[in-house]
Nanobody, 115 residues
Framework: QVHVVESGGGLVQPGGSLRLSCAAA????????VGWYRQVPEKQREFVAS???????TYADSVKGRFTISRDKSFNTVYLGMSNLKPEDTGVYYCKGRRGTYDYWGQGTQVTVSS
């Protein structure tokens, strides 16, 4: 069962921009989207950015100043704006939703930064 859905990935040249979106599959699910992670083959999934509570935002050092996380409360959608993309930003980006003490992950969206 899909609980969280990401979209917006793609192929972009170095220095380019993308915006990812994430929403709960059902608005009635009670799942709150809280952040983004990314993963490359043979490496562990790593934290990218989070937005929790009343709007507390945290970024990984590697994306500070380039990525922006934001929330549209009316649609319970979280966005990840990515600019000045680098080849090392390539990976599958996953968003995480939370309901109570349970975390829910989407299926991921591929971001490829390459010339």
């Amino acid at each position: 069962q899909v609980h969280v859905v990401e979209s917006g990935g793609g192929l972009v040249q170095p220095g380019g921009s993308l915006r990812l979106s994430c929403a709960a599959a059902s608005r009635a699910s009670g799942i709150i989207i809280v952040g983004w992670y990314r993963q490359v083959p043979e490496k562990q999934r790593e934290f990218v950015a989070s937005i929790i509570g009343g709007g507390t935002i945290t970024y990984a050092d590697s994306v500070k100043g380039r990525f922006t996380i934001s929330r549209d409360k009316s649609f319970n959608t979280v966005y990840l704006g990515m600019s000045n993309l680098k080849p090392e930003d390539t990976g599958v980006y996953y968003c995480k939703g939370r309901r109570g003490t349970y975390d829910y992950w989407g299926q991921g969206t591929q971001v490829t930064v390459s010339s």
